[in-house]
């Protein structure tokens, strides 16, 4: 019964930003801590950022520190991720689940996954 749905993928050109938002559905997002992940073509899913359900503890892979942040709104119920000076590498399906901390691998106890929002960096 948990749904996640998430939104704000598109066409940006290099260096451009995006902010993706990750919405629940039939639960209190504040109950759980959000990951995002994403798929890029030929590539396996890797996770890209999270945030705890307090919202004060937040993890970013390698690749995107310094360039995306991570962050909540427990009152409207939604998780974002701002992405800053894009890259053509992360071009993906970026997706978000419910998970029960970011302290865990990637993974680890993952409840529900959204069914994703298409970003693409291309000139």
């Known amino acids: 019964q948990l749904q996640l749905v998430e939104s704000g993928g598109g066409l940006v050109q290099p260096g451009g930003s995006l902010r993706l938002s990750c919405a629940a559905s039939?639960?209190?997002?504040?109950?759980?801590?959000i990951g995002w992940f994403r798929q890029a073509p030929g590539k396996e899913r890797e996770g890209v950022s999270c945030i705890s359900s307090s919202g004060g503890v937040t993890k970013h892979a390698d690749s995107v520190k310094g360039r995306f942040t991570i962050s909540r709104d427990n009152a409207k119920n939604t998780v974002y991720l701002q992405m800053n000076s894009l890259k053509p590498e992360d071009t993906a399906v970026y997706y978000c689940?419910?998970?029960?901390?970011?302290?865990?691998?990637?993974?680890?106890?993952?409840?529900?996954w959204g069914q994703g929002t298409q970003v693409t960096v291309s000139s």
């Open positions: 689940a419910a998970k029960s901390a970011c302290f865990t691998s990637w993974y680890a106890d993952v409840r529900s």
């Open positions: 039939g639960f209190t997002l504040n109950n759980y801590a």
